[in-house]
Protein backbone atom coordinates (compact mmCIF):
# COMPACT_ATOMS: atom_id res chain seq x y z
CA UNK A 1 0.00 0.00 0.00
CA UNK A 2 1.22 3.70 -0.60
CA UNK A 3 1.86 6.10 2.04
CA UNK A 4 0.02 8.81 1.88
CA UNK A 5 2.94 11.00 0.63
CA UNK A 6 3.30 8.83 -2.53
CA UNK A 7 -0.50 9.63 -2.78
CA UNK A 8 -0.61 13.25 -2.98
CA UNK A 9 2.44 12.81 -5.40
CA UNK A 10 -0.89 11.80 -7.99
CA UNK A 11 -2.22 15.18 -7.19
CA UNK A 12 -1.06 18.15 -8.58
CA UNK A 13 -3.76 20.47 -6.68
CA UNK A 14 -2.10 19.74 -3.71
CA UNK A 15 1.13 21.79 -4.51
CA UNK A 16 -1.07 24.51 -4.78
CA UNK A 17 -4.17 24.71 -3.12
CA UNK A 18 -5.95 22.57 -0.73
CA UNK A 19 -8.78 21.25 -2.01
CA UNK A 20 -11.50 20.44 0.45
CA UNK A 21 -15.17 20.00 -1.91
CA UNK A 22 -15.31 16.44 -2.73
CA UNK A 23 -18.70 16.48 -2.19
CA UNK A 24 -19.13 18.48 -5.40
CA UNK A 25 -16.45 17.36 -7.56
CA UNK A 26 -12.88 16.14 -7.73
CA UNK A 27 -9.63 17.12 -8.79
CA UNK A 28 -8.24 14.38 -11.50
CA UNK A 29 -5.14 12.61 -10.05
CA UNK A 30 -2.29 12.09 -12.59
CA UNK A 31 -3.29 8.50 -13.45
CA UNK A 32 -6.63 9.46 -14.26
CA UNK A 33 -5.43 12.20 -16.65
CA UNK A 34 -2.42 10.29 -18.30
CA UNK A 35 -5.36 7.87 -18.94
CA UNK A 36 -7.40 10.06 -20.77
CA UNK A 37 -4.16 11.65 -22.37
CA UNK A 38 -3.22 8.19 -23.88
CA UNK A 39 -6.59 7.67 -25.74
CA UNK A 40 -6.82 11.06 -26.69
CA UNK A 41 -3.43 11.00 -28.45
CA UNK A 42 -4.04 7.63 -29.74
CA UNK A 43 -7.40 8.16 -31.28
CA UNK A 44 -5.49 11.44 -32.96
CA UNK A 45 -2.40 9.38 -34.21
CA UNK A 46 -4.39 6.24 -34.95
CA UNK A 47 -7.81 5.91 -35.01
CA UNK A 48 -8.14 3.22 -32.53
CA UNK A 49 -7.59 3.30 -28.50
CA UNK A 50 -5.72 0.63 -26.84
CA UNK A 51 -8.28 1.36 -23.70
CA UNK A 52 -10.18 -2.55 -23.04
CA UNK A 53 -13.40 -1.67 -24.39
CA UNK A 54 -15.01 -4.89 -23.29
CA UNK A 55 -14.88 -4.15 -19.76
CA UNK A 56 -15.18 -0.22 -19.36
CA UNK A 57 -14.00 -0.84 -15.49
CA UNK A 58 -17.05 -2.88 -14.66
CA UNK A 59 -14.95 -5.57 -13.07
CA UNK A 60 -13.01 -3.16 -10.67
CA UNK A 61 -15.97 -1.12 -9.67
CA UNK A 62 -17.81 -4.56 -8.75
CA UNK A 63 -14.59 -5.46 -6.46
CA UNK A 64 -15.11 -2.40 -4.98
CA UNK A 65 -19.29 -2.68 -3.85
CA UNK A 66 -19.15 -6.19 -3.53
CA UNK A 67 -20.78 -7.25 -6.61
CA UNK A 68 -20.41 -9.48 -9.76
CA UNK A 69 -19.45 -7.98 -12.86
CA UNK A 70 -22.63 -9.11 -14.38
CA UNK A 71 -24.35 -6.76 -12.31
CA UNK A 72 -22.90 -3.69 -13.45
CA UNK A 73 -23.56 -1.49 -16.08
CA UNK A 74 -22.64 1.58 -17.92
CA UNK A 75 -24.37 4.84 -17.71
CA UNK A 76 -23.42 8.39 -18.28
CA UNK A 77 -24.41 10.18 -14.56
CA UNK A 78 -26.33 8.99 -11.16
CA UNK A 79 -29.20 10.92 -12.22
CA UNK A 80 -29.81 8.85 -15.84
CA UNK A 81 -29.38 5.25 -13.52
CA UNK A 82 -32.22 6.67 -11.23
CA UNK A 83 -34.16 7.21 -13.95
CA UNK A 84 -33.56 3.58 -15.84
CA UNK A 85 -35.06 1.67 -12.08
CA UNK A 86 -37.68 4.37 -12.50
CA UNK A 87 -38.99 3.24 -15.56
CA UNK A 88 -38.46 -0.23 -15.33
CA UNK A 89 -40.22 -1.05 -12.22
CA UNK A 90 -43.39 -2.34 -12.17
CA UNK A 91 -46.58 0.41 -10.34
CA UNK A 92 -49.81 -1.06 -9.06
CA UNK A 93 -52.49 0.68 -8.86
CA UNK A 94 -52.17 2.99 -4.90
CA UNK A 95 -48.56 2.45 -5.22
CA UNK A 96 -46.30 4.41 -2.73
CA UNK A 97 -42.59 5.29 -2.94
CA UNK A 98 -40.73 6.13 0.40
CA UNK A 99 -38.08 8.84 0.58
CA UNK A 100 -36.84 11.60 2.90
CA UNK A 101 -36.75 15.04 3.18
CA UNK A 102 -32.78 15.33 2.83
CA UNK A 103 -32.65 13.72 -0.74
CA UNK A 104 -30.93 15.70 -3.26
CA UNK A 105 -33.37 16.43 -6.06
CA UNK A 106 -32.37 14.12 -8.66
CA UNK A 107 -33.38 11.16 -6.60
CA UNK A 108 -36.77 11.91 -6.07
CA UNK A 109 -37.17 13.68 -9.92
CA UNK A 110 -37.79 10.25 -11.69
CA UNK A 111 -40.77 9.58 -9.26
CA UNK A 112 -42.48 12.26 -9.48
CA UNK A 113 -43.74 11.44 -13.32
CA UNK A 114 -47.13 11.03 -12.73
CA UNK A 115 -47.82 8.36 -15.40
CA UNK A 116 -45.70 6.05 -13.08
CA UNK A 117 -49.25 6.63 -11.15
CA UNK A 118 -47.09 6.17 -7.90
CA UNK A 119 -47.61 8.61 -4.37
CA UNK A 120 -44.19 9.97 -2.90
CA UNK A 121 -43.74 9.56 1.07
CA UNK A 122 -40.93 11.70 2.66
CA UNK A 123 -40.02 10.90 6.11
CA UNK A 124 -39.44 14.11 7.70
CA UNK A 125 -35.47 14.22 9.13
CA UNK A 126 -34.78 15.05 12.88
CA UNK A 127 -31.74 17.18 13.26
CA UNK A 128 -30.05 16.05 10.05
CA UNK A 129 -30.98 12.60 10.42
CA UNK A 130 -33.09 10.36 9.24
CA UNK A 131 -35.22 8.14 12.21
CA UNK A 132 -35.59 4.90 10.97
CA UNK A 133 -38.03 4.08 13.06
CA UNK A 134 -40.09 6.45 10.68
CA UNK A 135 -38.86 4.69 7.74
CA UNK A 136 -40.30 1.82 8.93
CA UNK A 137 -43.75 3.37 10.14
CA UNK A 138 -44.04 4.64 6.59
CA UNK A 139 -43.50 1.58 4.47
CA UNK A 140 -46.58 -1.12 3.80
CA UNK A 141 -47.66 -3.45 1.45
CA UNK A 142 -48.57 -0.80 -1.29
CA UNK A 143 -44.52 0.57 -1.05
CA UNK A 144 -42.63 -0.30 -4.46
CA UNK A 145 -39.61 1.06 -3.51
CA UNK A 146 -37.81 2.94 -0.96
CA UNK A 147 -35.59 5.48 -3.03
CA UNK A 148 -32.43 6.91 -0.57
CA UNK A 149 -29.12 8.75 -1.05
CA UNK A 150 -26.61 6.83 1.14
CA UNK A 151 -25.03 9.97 2.02
CA UNK A 152 -27.02 12.66 2.36
CA UNK A 153 -25.34 15.62 0.20
CA UNK A 154 -26.14 18.22 2.90
CA UNK A 155 -25.69 17.20 6.01
CA UNK A 156 -23.68 14.11 5.74
CA UNK A 157 -26.10 12.14 7.40
CA UNK A 158 -24.81 8.46 5.96
CA UNK A 159 -28.55 6.17 5.99
CA UNK A 160 -28.08 2.38 7.21
CA UNK A 161 -28.60 0.71 4.04
CA UNK A 162 -29.17 -3.59 5.66
CA UNK A 163 -32.00 -2.13 7.68
CA UNK A 164 -33.27 -0.21 5.32
CA UNK A 165 -33.21 -3.29 2.92
CA UNK A 166 -34.71 -5.86 5.71
CA UNK A 167 -37.82 -2.78 6.58
CA UNK A 168 -38.36 -2.72 2.22
CA UNK A 169 -37.75 -6.53 1.66
CA UNK A 170 -40.19 -7.15 4.83
CA UNK A 171 -43.08 -5.71 2.80
CA UNK A 172 -41.88 -6.88 -1.13
CA UNK A 173 -40.32 -3.64 -1.94
CA UNK A 174 -37.14 -2.29 -3.39
CA UNK A 175 -34.10 -0.34 -1.87
CA UNK A 176 -32.81 1.92 -4.27
CA UNK A 177 -29.38 3.58 -3.59
CA UNK A 178 -27.92 7.08 -4.65
CA UNK A 179 -24.67 6.01 -4.02
CA UNK A 180 -22.53 8.93 -5.40
CA UNK A 181 -21.74 10.30 -1.65
CA UNK A 182 -20.52 7.03 -0.54
CA UNK A 183 -18.31 4.89 -2.86
CA UNK A 184 -14.80 6.38 -2.91
CA UNK A 185 -15.10 7.57 0.31
CA UNK A 186 -17.54 5.06 2.80
CA UNK A 187 -17.52 1.14 2.19
CA UNK A 188 -20.03 -0.60 1.08
CA UNK A 189 -21.10 -4.18 0.59
CA UNK A 190 -24.18 -4.60 -1.56
CA UNK A 191 -24.58 -8.10 -0.92
CA UNK A 192 -24.12 -7.62 3.09
CA UNK A 193 -26.61 -4.55 2.98
CA UNK A 194 -28.48 -6.44 0.18
CA UNK A 195 -29.10 -3.63 -1.77
CA UNK A 196 -31.26 -4.19 -5.05
CA UNK A 197 -30.40 -1.23 -7.27
CA UNK A 198 -27.74 1.43 -6.87
CA UNK A 199 -26.16 3.95 -8.94
CA UNK A 200 -23.45 6.36 -8.81
CA UNK A 201 -21.59 8.45 -10.85
CA UNK A 202 -17.68 8.97 -10.82
CA UNK A 203 -16.74 12.30 -10.57
CA UNK A 204 -17.08 13.35 -7.27
CA UNK A 205 -15.34 10.81 -4.52
CA UNK A 206 -14.22 8.47 -7.10
CA UNK A 207 -11.73 11.12 -8.48
CA UNK A 208 -12.95 10.63 -12.28
CA UNK A 209 -14.10 13.02 -15.09
CA UNK A 210 -17.68 13.58 -15.40
CA UNK A 211 -19.92 11.26 -17.71
CA UNK A 212 -19.04 7.92 -16.74
CA UNK A 213 -20.94 6.34 -13.91
CA UNK A 214 -22.12 2.92 -12.97
CA UNK A 215 -25.73 0.72 -12.11
CA UNK A 216 -25.42 -1.65 -10.01
CA UNK A 217 -28.32 -4.64 -10.36
CA UNK A 218 -28.99 -7.55 -7.91
CA UNK A 219 -28.18 -10.65 -10.32
CA UNK A 220 -31.76 -11.94 -9.18
CA UNK A 221 -33.66 -8.99 -10.62
CA UNK A 222 -31.43 -8.59 -14.32
CA UNK A 223 -33.56 -10.95 -16.29
CA UNK A 224 -37.04 -9.59 -14.41
CA UNK A 225 -36.76 -6.19 -15.59
CA UNK A 226 -36.84 -4.82 -19.34
CA UNK A 227 -35.26 -1.23 -19.15
CA UNK A 228 -37.46 1.59 -21.36
CA UNK A 229 -34.41 2.65 -23.60
CA UNK A 230 -33.16 0.13 -26.09
CA UNK A 231 -30.02 0.41 -28.21
CA UNK A 232 -27.37 -2.21 -29.83
CA UNK A 233 -25.80 -2.35 -26.55
CA UNK A 234 -28.92 -3.66 -24.74
CA UNK A 235 -28.89 -7.36 -26.81
CA UNK A 236 -26.95 -9.99 -27.43
CA UNK A 237 -26.00 -10.17 -30.99
CA UNK A 238 -25.41 -5.84 -31.48
CA UNK A 239 -25.26 -5.50 -34.87
CA UNK A 240 -26.84 -8.76 -36.30
CA UNK A 241 -30.70 -9.89 -36.18
CA UNK A 242 -32.92 -7.20 -36.11
CA UNK A 243 -35.98 -9.25 -36.37
CA UNK A 244 -35.95 -10.36 -32.74
CA UNK A 245 -34.97 -8.73 -29.03
CA UNK A 246 -32.72 -11.20 -27.10
CA UNK A 247 -31.48 -9.18 -24.45
CA UNK A 248 -28.16 -9.53 -22.45
CA UNK A 249 -28.86 -11.88 -19.25
CA UNK A 250 -26.38 -9.58 -17.68
CA UNK A 251 -26.81 -6.01 -16.55
CA UNK A 252 -25.41 -4.99 -19.59
CA UNK A 253 -29.22 -4.98 -20.91
CA UNK A 254 -29.54 -1.82 -18.93
CA UNK A 255 -26.80 -0.03 -21.84
CA UNK A 256 -28.29 1.54 -24.54
CA UNK A 257 -25.07 2.40 -26.90
CA UNK A 258 -21.81 4.27 -26.83
CA UNK A 259 -19.94 5.44 -23.90
CA UNK A 260 -17.68 8.18 -23.14
CA UNK A 261 -14.72 6.14 -23.55
CA UNK A 262 -12.34 8.97 -22.14
CA UNK A 263 -14.49 9.13 -19.13
CA UNK A 264 -14.19 5.60 -18.57
CA UNK A 265 -10.75 5.59 -19.37
CA UNK A 266 -10.10 7.80 -16.67
CA UNK A 267 -12.74 6.09 -14.35
CA UNK A 268 -10.88 2.81 -14.66
CA UNK A 269 -7.58 4.28 -13.23
CA UNK A 270 -9.45 5.93 -10.73
CA UNK A 271 -10.63 2.57 -9.41
CA UNK A 272 -7.40 1.00 -9.45
CA UNK A 273 -6.16 3.93 -7.15
CA UNK A 274 -8.98 3.20 -4.55
CA UNK A 275 -8.51 -0.88 -5.06
CA UNK A 276 -4.38 -0.54 -4.35
CA UNK A 277 -5.01 1.67 -1.32
CA UNK A 278 -7.82 -0.05 0.18
CA UNK A 279 -11.12 1.24 0.92
CA UNK A 280 -10.61 0.37 4.66
CA UNK A 281 -8.26 3.03 4.87
CA UNK A 282 -9.43 5.71 2.59
CA UNK A 283 -12.46 5.09 4.78
CA UNK A 284 -10.71 5.69 7.75
CA UNK A 285 -8.81 8.14 7.20
CA UNK A 286 -11.39 10.52 5.19
CA UNK A 287 -13.30 9.75 8.92
CA UNK A 288 -10.18 10.71 11.07
CA UNK A 289 -10.11 13.83 9.26
CA UNK A 290 -13.61 14.86 9.42
CA UNK A 291 -13.69 14.05 13.04
CA UNK A 292 -10.66 16.23 13.51
CA UNK A 293 -12.46 19.31 11.32
CA UNK A 294 -15.57 18.73 13.90
CA UNK A 295 -13.59 18.95 16.96
CA UNK A 296 -12.00 21.83 15.23
CA UNK A 297 -15.50 23.18 14.12
CA UNK A 298 -16.95 23.13 18.03
CA UNK A 299 -13.74 24.21 19.48
CA UNK A 300 -14.08 27.50 16.94
CA UNK A 301 -18.04 27.65 18.49
CA UNK A 302 -19.52 27.31 14.94
CA UNK A 303 -22.87 25.18 14.75
CA UNK A 304 -22.61 21.90 12.84
CA UNK A 305 -25.52 20.76 10.82
CA UNK A 306 -23.76 17.61 10.72
CA UNK A 307 -24.77 14.27 12.75
CA UNK A 308 -21.96 13.72 15.09
CA UNK A 309 -22.89 9.91 15.68
CA UNK A 310 -20.06 7.71 14.61
CA UNK A 311 -22.39 4.98 13.00
CA UNK A 312 -23.88 8.23 10.77
CA UNK A 313 -20.93 10.38 9.87
CA UNK A 314 -19.42 9.80 6.60
CA UNK A 315 -17.23 12.55 4.34
CA UNK A 316 -19.53 15.12 4.44
CA UNK A 317 -19.09 18.08 7.30
CA UNK A 318 -21.71 20.77 7.31
CA UNK A 319 -21.07 23.98 9.49
CA UNK A 320 -23.95 27.32 10.01
CA UNK A 321 -22.64 30.89 9.42
CA UNK A 322 -24.61 33.89 8.33
CA UNK A 323 -22.52 34.64 5.07
CA UNK A 324 -21.75 30.93 3.83
CA UNK A 325 -20.97 32.32 -0.12
CA UNK A 326 -18.84 34.85 1.57
CA UNK A 327 -16.72 32.63 3.69
CA UNK A 328 -16.48 30.31 0.38
CA UNK A 329 -15.10 33.29 -1.50
CA UNK A 330 -13.29 34.37 0.98
CA UNK A 331 -11.55 30.95 1.45
CA UNK A 332 -10.99 30.79 -2.01
CA UNK A 333 -9.21 33.37 -2.32
CA UNK A 334 -6.29 32.15 0.23
CA UNK A 335 -6.42 28.78 -1.65
CA UNK A 336 -9.25 26.44 0.52
CA UNK A 337 -12.17 25.16 -1.86
CA UNK A 338 -15.13 24.13 -0.02
CA UNK A 339 -18.73 25.08 -0.79
CA UNK A 340 -21.69 26.52 0.44
CA UNK A 341 -25.68 26.12 0.17
CA UNK A 342 -28.12 28.93 0.46
CA UNK A 343 -30.94 28.22 -1.65
CA UNK A 344 -32.51 25.20 -3.15
CA UNK A 345 -33.73 23.79 0.47
CA UNK A 346 -37.16 24.22 0.15
CA UNK A 347 -38.18 21.75 2.36
CA UNK A 348 -35.85 22.35 5.18
CA UNK A 349 -35.25 26.08 5.78
CA UNK A 350 -33.56 25.20 8.90
CA UNK A 351 -30.87 23.31 7.53
CA UNK A 352 -30.08 26.67 4.94
CA UNK A 353 -26.74 29.11 5.08
CA UNK A 354 -24.26 26.13 5.58
CA UNK A 355 -20.37 25.77 4.50
CA UNK A 356 -19.81 22.29 3.61
CA UNK A 357 -16.09 21.09 3.78
CA UNK A 358 -15.63 17.20 2.44
CA UNK A 359 -11.83 15.94 2.65
CA UNK A 360 -10.46 13.25 1.14
CA UNK A 361 -8.08 10.05 2.06
CA UNK A 362 -5.24 12.08 0.17
CA UNK A 363 -5.89 15.16 2.69
CA UNK A 364 -3.92 15.82 5.56
CA UNK A 365 -4.78 17.70 9.03
CA UNK A 366 -2.13 20.53 8.22
CA UNK A 367 -5.03 21.57 5.94
CA UNK A 368 -7.80 21.09 7.78
CA UNK A 369 -5.82 23.67 10.45
CA UNK A 370 -5.40 25.89 7.77
CA UNK A 371 -8.89 25.71 7.18
CA UNK A 372 -9.88 26.07 10.58
CA UNK A 373 -6.70 29.43 11.24
CA UNK A 374 -8.37 30.76 7.81
CA UNK A 375 -12.01 30.60 9.33
CA UNK A 376 -10.72 31.74 12.93
CA UNK A 377 -9.23 35.20 11.60
CA UNK A 378 -11.92 35.61 8.93
CA UNK A 379 -12.78 39.52 9.08
CA UNK A 380 -16.25 37.74 7.67
CA UNK A 381 -18.90 37.26 10.25
CA UNK A 382 -19.50 33.64 10.52
Excluded at 35 to 55: I, M, P, T, Y
Excluded at 247 to 269: N, V
Excluded at 291 to 312: F, M, R, S, W
Aim: hydrophobic letters at 40%; proline letters at 4%.
Amino acid sequence: MQSIEEIRELFPITKNKVFLNHAARSPLPKPVVDAVQKCLFELSDSGEASFDSSDYGKALFAKLIGAKPNEIALTESTSVGLNIVANMLKYPHGSKIVTTDLEYPSVVYPWLRKHLGAKLHYVKSVEGKIPLGDVEKSVDDKTVAIVVGHVKYFTGFREDLKALSEIAHEHGAFLIVDAVQSVGAIRLDVKKDDVDFLVTACYKWLLSPQGAAYLYVKEQLIEKCEPLFLGWASVKRGFGDIGSLKFHETASRFEIGARSLLSFAGATEALKIFLNFGMESVERRILALTDYLVENIKALGLKLQTPEDNHCRSGIVNFKTDNPEKVVEMLRQRGIIVSSRTHGITILPTFSHGVIVSPHFYNTEEEIDRLIQEVKNSSVRV
